[in-house]
């Protein structure tokens, strides 16, 4: 079946570094969605991205849906402590289903 | 507060047993999703319920099956429960998604129960 590929798995930064995360799709996307979860919490949705080569920008959050719509990326500029946590893209595929990628656990190093 | 309630928060039980895990979605919202995730793994997608049907199915067990209610609730069942089984189930809900319809559709997230198979 469909799958969106997210890595990396894990990502260790210094507070103060950047922090981006990648999802490829082997097929054409309809749109994609990106989530936070907090550890110990539940996803909470970032984003739709629905335009080819859409870039939407959330404070220092940036996210990006690739001309091909089978990419996108969640670059996070100086990261801060509120920032942790595991960030999920979603793509939507041809039959309009919700794809999830596995997840980038953001972890900042003390 | 995702508007999305869950219970029991928490459930523990034995091998072979059966569980019923509830989820009230947000008012107004006719989808339904159930998804289970292992520690520390990703979201593992289970089933779709749209306004009582069952539209889609992901990685879900035999042993495991769902339904929703008329007053759109839905519950998960899970049987002959295994030590694997122990996980953070979670249930999402839209305001709506058929093929077509191409409004927002983001999934809004309850707080989950985990369940702890002995």
């Known amino acids: 079946g469909q799958q969106v590929m997210q890595i990396p798995q894990y990502q260790h930064v210094q507070e103060g570094e950047d922090f981006t995360t990648y999802c490829n799709s082997s097929?054409?996307?309809?749109?994609i969605q990106w989530y936070k979860q907090r550890p110990g919490g539940h996803p909470v949705f970032l984003i739709q991205l629905v335009k080819s080569g859409e870039v939407k920008k959330q404070k220092r959050l940036t996210f990006q849906f690739g001309e091909a719509k089978k990419n996108s990326s969640l670059h996070i500029t100086a990261t801060q402590t509120t920032d942790v946590g595991t960030y999920f893209c979603?793509?939507?595929?041809?039959?309009?289903?919700?794809?999830w990628g596995a997840g980038t656990k953001l972890i900042i190093k003390p | 507060d995702s508007g999305v309630t869950q219970t029991p928060k928490h459930l523990i039980t034995a091998t072979g047993q059966r569980v019923t895990l509830r989820c009230s979605p947000r008012s107004g919202d006719l989808s339904v999703y159930w998804y289970q995730q292992s520690l520390d793994q990703g979201l593992q997608f289970l089933i779709h319920?749209?306004?009582?049907?069952?539209?889609a199915k992901g990685n879900i067990l035999e042993r495991f099956s769902a339904q929703q209610f008329p007053d759109l609730h839905s519950e998960l069942n899970l049987s002959s429960l295994e030590l694997g089984d122990s996980a953070l189930y979670f249930c999402?809900?839209?305001?709506?998604?058929?093929?077509?319809?191409?409004?927002?559709?983001?999934?809004?997230f309850g707080p989950g129960t985990r369940l702890t198979v002995l």
């Open positions: 979603a793509g939507r595929d041809s039959n309009y289903q919700l794809i």
């Open positions: 097929t054409t996307l309809s749109n």
């Open positions: 319920y749209y306004n009582g049907e069952e539209r």
């Open positions: 999402a809900s839209s305001v709506a998604i058929r093929r077509g319809d191409r409004g927002a559709d983001t999934q809004y």
